[in-house]
């Protein structure tokens, strides 16, 4: 994976966006300590957790989300809590921190066609249908509907959204030292082991090469 992406040492940033929560972390952060630059080199996550479209509708979707909670996974309750109980082992930069998101508002234009779309796909409410529960029932929808108001209206809403950056510690960069100056040992061995027999097979050949124009000149006078 890490040659990969390039090699040690050669991005210079990282992005996981509504994504990071679903991978596994440990490994995931490994790679990225190793293939971010040590300097200059950034990690940006982010997530969001909520809709606010208006106050008749987001007074709707707040019961639907609290009926999710039976059916959440440990990964979705990463989601669900703005990533302020996700391990994030880097260095902050001003933008947010371990167990700190800073908080964003991303502005977007939802329809209820899409709002209704997102609904029926949404993770938690299939998890729910999975075990026999139908969270978004018509009746909801209905709700939804009512609240939402004309059926053509676009919204303007926001996405409320959690976001960290960092950067790798000193203590990670000086562990990525020692590791690359034992590779660079190991390889130096490897190079001079290969350099011996180049050099060994060298010698003679060039030996051969002597030996024969020195016979060749005694040959001759």
């Not at 790679?31 to 987001?58: H, Q, T």
Request: glycine letters at 6%; a neutral charge; proline letters at 4%.
């Amino acid at each position: 994976m890490v040659a990969l992406v390039g090699g040690d040492n050669s991005v210079d940033l990282i992005v996981a966006a509504q994504a990071v929560h679903y991978f596994d972390l440990q490994p995931f952060y490994n790679i990225a300590k190793r293939v971010l630059r040590k300097e200059g080199g950034l990690i940006a996550v982010w997530v969001y957790n909520d809709l606010v479209i208006s106050p008749e509708v987001d007074a709707i979707m707040k019961r639907l989300v609290d009926s999710t909670f039976p059916y959440r996974t440990p990964v979705m309750n990463l989601a669900f809590d703005g990533y302020k109980t996700m391990p994030f082992p880097f260095e902050g930069i001003g933008m947010g921190s371990e167990g700190k998101p800073i908080q964003l508002d991303i502005p977007h234009k939802l329809s209820l066609k899409g709002f209704i779309g997102f609904l029926r796909s949404w993770q938690p409410a299939m998890k729910a249908k999975e075990r026999g529960v139908e969270l978004v029932t018509e009746d909801l929808i209905n709700q939804f509907e009512d609240a939402w108001g004309d059926d053509d209206d676009v919204k303007n809403i926001f996405y409320k959204a959690h976001m960290i950056v960092g950067k790798l510690s000193a203590a990670d960069i000086e562990r990525h030292r020692k590791r690359f100056e034992s590779s660079c040992v190991v390889t130096k061995l490897k190079d001079s082991n290969n350099s011996a027999v180049i050099a060994s097979v060298t010698a003679a050949a060039f030996a051969g090469v002597a030996a024969y124009c020195a016979y060749s000149a005694r040959k001759n006078s």
